[in-house]
């Protein structure tokens, strides 16, 4: 679903009664989001027992999806500013203190990926390329891989890569449900290697597969995907699935792999289509997936994966506004999905403080959220 367009800026934290506002490039204080406050009301954000929520980073604009680079940093897309920053915690005490621009002039960068001394970023037209070159943490070189995605519907592009050196990037719909005209959209798209040549359809039929995640064992590529609007507030399901070279996965005719659409499907409209790995609560609006391979949480989260829904804009009853967490034994779920992170959303009075978007698992094992709404990098870490 498209991000909103007006981003809050900045944050207020509670500590001992005194309120102190944080704006980026400022010293960011260790601060528990059981304390954070802000005009728009911050809600208390629930963990399972033992783990631990902070703010890491304040002041973002829109921030998107997140990456540890190979300099430790936390890289950011931070969409409404059009740039990406790093963010170093480099006295080890869980908040950003370093905030640092590595490019800027981007067109609304929403996902990027580091590969062989490179950083590969997703913009609505394509893929950009950025390389630091002297190594003074900014990005002297920058080289337009790709410039000729159609634009309109569904913006962002998600970029990654195969085990094997192939660059894949997810295209969305330009509509809710209709016949594309152009095959590259509801698609995800496989290119040769970093270079950007020998573009195809990898696998078609996903309306809007925003997040991307390679399984560590196995090297599946894994992907949310985010189903159509109007059927009503269950239907059709959110789907998390493997996206392998060739499959259809149904979209616009048949969705999740067993329903078929009012309008374009009919008698074998689910013929040959995939199935989900797992199908979610409609509207959640699932982004951003990551596979937890530190070792800083309990065994039992070890190869799990987390997903961050964003959000409801269009259910009678607004739902998602949290981080899930489903249990996997190798690539095979192992229980259902499970809540991990909640309290984005006042059930009571239904307003939204903060929608989850982008993941990332830190060198220290901690698990990374940003908040395109309220402009915000959680850090949630585990205590024994």
Request: contains cysteine.
């Amino acid at each position: 679903m498209p991000a909103r367009k007006t981003w809050q800026r900045g944050v207020t934290i509670a500590i001992g009664g005194l309120l102190a506002v944080l704006t980026l490039g400022m010293a960011l204080r260790q601060t528990s989001l059981e304390t954070l406050a802000s005009p728009a009301g911050v809600s208390n954000l629930r963990l399972p027992p033992g783990f631990v929520a902070k703010v890491f980073a304040a002041g973002l604009d829109g921030p998107r999806f997140i990456r540890f680079g190979p300099d430790g940093a936390l890289y950011v897309a931070e969409r409404g500013a059009d740039r990406i920053v790093a963010l170093s915690d480099r006295n080890g005490d869980g908040t950003a203190e370093v905030v640092r621009v590595f490019a800027d002039r981007l067109d609304h960068p929403h996902s990027l990926v580091f590969h062989r001394e490179a950083w590969y970023v997703g913009v609505p037209r394509g893929v950009i390329r950025l390389v630091d070159e002297d190594g003074d943490g900014k990005a002297e070189q920058r080289e337009v891989l790709i410039d000729n995605y159609p634009t309109g519907g569904h913006s962002t592009r998600t970029v990654e890569f195969l085990p094997d050196g192939r660059m894949v990037v997810s295209v969305g719909s330009s509509c809710n449900n209709c016949v594309e005209d152009d095959q590259r959209r509801a698609a995800v798209l496989v290119y040769e290697g970093a270079s950007a040549r020998g573009e195809r359809v990898f696998a078609r039929g996903l309306r809007n597969a925003v997040g991307l995640a390679i399984h560590p064992a196995s090297g599946e590529l894994w992907a949310t995907n985010n189903g159509r609007d109007w059927l009503g507030d269950e239907l059709p399901p959110e789907a998390l699935y493997v996206v392998r070279d060739g499959l259809d996965y149904g979209w616009p005719r048949c969705h999740n792999g067993t329903i078929a659409d009012p309008e374009f499907g009919g008698p074998g409209a689910c013929v040959g289509v995939a199935a989900p790995v797992v199908n979610m609560q409609a509207h959640s609006a699932p982004l951003g997936l990551v596979f937890y391979t530190g070792t800083a949480f309990p065994p039992e989260y070890r190869g799990d994966l987390f997903i961050a829904f964003h959000g409801s804009w269009n259910r009678s009853v607004p739902t998602g506004y949290k981080i899930v967490r489903l249990p996997l034994d190798g690539s095979r779920p192992r229980a259902p999905l499970e809540d991990f992170a909640t309290g984005w959303i006042d059930e009571k009075n239904r307003s939204v403080t903060g929608r989850p978007v982008g993941l990332a698992v830190g060198p220290d094992g901690a698990l990374y959220v940003s908040d395109d709404k309220a402009g915000l990098v959680y850090r949630i870490s585990y205590k024994r």
